[in-house]
């Protein structure tokens, strides 16, 4: 428990209505996606940068352990206060838009700002934010640049990291930096913002950031594949990609996936189909959309796809996306507990990839549904067992940790959106060599010498 007298500095900092120690906001600030607890000693809400400096300089003096959380969506456990301490909070009041620059098609937010009001706002006014992470309806900015946040525009549009042109953040000691410049280039000095980005929270607190904008396409179109099998349609993805057509999205459903989608909903899926492949394309004009569809059909149907279907209209299209954006909560038909991954690989090696882990699913007589992001690699891989049993949450851990290594084997990544928090920490030293490791603890220590800034996170204790 936290010594009185710091809860006592803190509200002379922030005022009485900004912290609390109550259990119910210790309750509430003790979880997030993963549903695993761990309570905090108190919860502040910095009013401004300079609240935000003042709590820092004093914690790192005292020795007082603070995690950064904004909407607490997060899949990893990275905002969870495993070695208590303080959660520093960002929805209350570190939550706007400060500037949206039409000259030079750059926003100014802070980090509690959630990622859709961003997207609206600058919408209203002809411009766009790709970044789209399924949380985008609660999740904050600085949540998505402190795990590099994707979503299903990555394919074309890229992650967080590539509209991330400057921050300000403030260091474990108190001080406040500016890091990047709202300029095109800039290559003066050390990419210090770059580093901030998924540092998940452990070198820096963000207050500021500013984010690259661009032009929004006038229309949209949306098409979905059905196939035989995985393996057809993982090679359509990387053979798409390739023949010059870069859709906004391209995404997946295996078999399992669909199944489970069609008992929680019955929307009147396939499914007996193998897979599902749902596609966007953008544009200014509405011929060069019709192209790219054609170009798309093209490739799916030399890879077997069957049945190759274009929404005529906005509920067409959101009939289509039906499917993908329900999966994650459809799969609790194949048990309680789910370990949801979100590895990444080279687009060319995904059909050896999904035999890998179906090898898997058969070694340990469990199901392992997977959907996900495949224009860009990512594949949420979901290991499904009762929870209830002990030898089956054993299995699952096991089985996970075949996944990962058949994902590194393939020149891939523990995680391409999710960050590694708690959750995969333990897997780090598969996916990085001892001296890369033992670089990234020291980079820890150059920002935060005393450790005080989200601990445990990262494989970096």
């Given amino acids: 428990m936290i010594d009185k007298k710091h809860i006592e500095h803190f509200t002379s900092v922030v005022g009485d209505e900004n912290i609390y120690s109550d259990k119910a906001h210790l309750i509430a600030y003790s979880y997030d996606a993963t ?32 995690v950064p959380r904004g909407a607490g969506s997060g899949f990893t456990g990275g905002a969870l206060p495993s070695s208590g301490g303080i959660v520093l909070g960002f929805e209350k009041h570190m939550n706007k ?68 042109m400057a921050t300000r953040a403030v260091l474990p000691n108190g001080d406040i930096i500016k890091a990047g410049k709202r300029t095109i280039k800039d290559v003066a000095g050390y990419n210090i913002s770059g580093i901030l980005i998924a540092s998940e929270g452990t070198l820096a607190v963000l207050t500021e950031i500013t984010l690259r904008l661009i032009p929004k ?15 057809d349609a993982m090679e359509a993805v990387y053979k798409t990609m390739a023949s010059g057509i870069t859709p906004v999205a391209m995404e ?86 789910k370990l949801n991954e979100d590895v990444t690989v080279p687009r060319a090696v995904l059909p050896e990839l999904l035999e890998k882990f179906y090898a898997i699913a058969d070694k340990y007589e469990i199901n392992i549904p997977c959907f996900g992001h495949t224009g860009d690699g990512n594949v949420h891989t979901n290991v499904m067992v009762d929870g209830s049993d002990p030898e089956q949450v054993k299995i699952a851990y096991q089985a996970i940790e075949e996944v990962f290594q058949a994902t590194v084997d393939l020149g891939g990544t523990l995680s391409g959106e999710h960050g590694i928090g708690l959750a995969k920490a333990p897997y780090m030293s598969m996916a990085f060599s001892e001296e890369e490791m033992n670089l990234f603890k020291s980079i820890k220590m150059a920002f935060d010498p005393n450790n005080i800034l989200n601990p445990a996170k990262m494989g970096l204790d």
């Fill in 35 to 66: 549903r695993t607890k761990f309570e905090p000693d108190a919860v502040v809400f910095p009013r401004n940068e300079e609240d935000v400096s003042a709590i820092l300089r004093y914690c790192n003096k005292h020795r007082i352990v603070i």
């Fill in 97 to 164: 838009i400060l500037e949206i620059d039409m000259k030079n098609m750059v926003a100014i937010v802070q980090p509690g700002l959630v990622n859709m009001d961003l997207q609206r706002a600058v919408e209203a006014v002809g411009l766009f934010y790709p970044p789209d992470p399924a949380s985008q309806d609660y999740s904050t900015i600085g949540g998505n640049v402190s795990e590099n946040a994707g979503g299903m525009r990555a394919a074309k549009y890229g992650i967080t990291k590539d509209y991330v």
């Fill in 217 to 231: 396409p006038k229309m949209t179109k949306t098409a979905v594949g059905i196939f035989p099998t995985v393996n």
């Fill in 252 to 337: 997946f459903l295996d078999n399992l996936t669909i199944r489970a989608v069609e008992k929680t909903f019955n929307k009147g899926l396939p499914v007996d189909a193998g897979a599902l492949l749902v596609t966007d394309v953008d544009g200014n004009l509405e011929d060069d959309l019709n192209f790219q569809l054609a170009q798309i059909e093209k490739v799916f149907k030399e890879n077997g796809c069957s049945d190759f279907k274009i929404a005529k209209d906005e509920k067409e299209a959101a009939d289509i996306w039906f499917a993908r954006r329900n999966a994650s909560p459809a799969l609790s038909v194949y048990g309680s507990k």
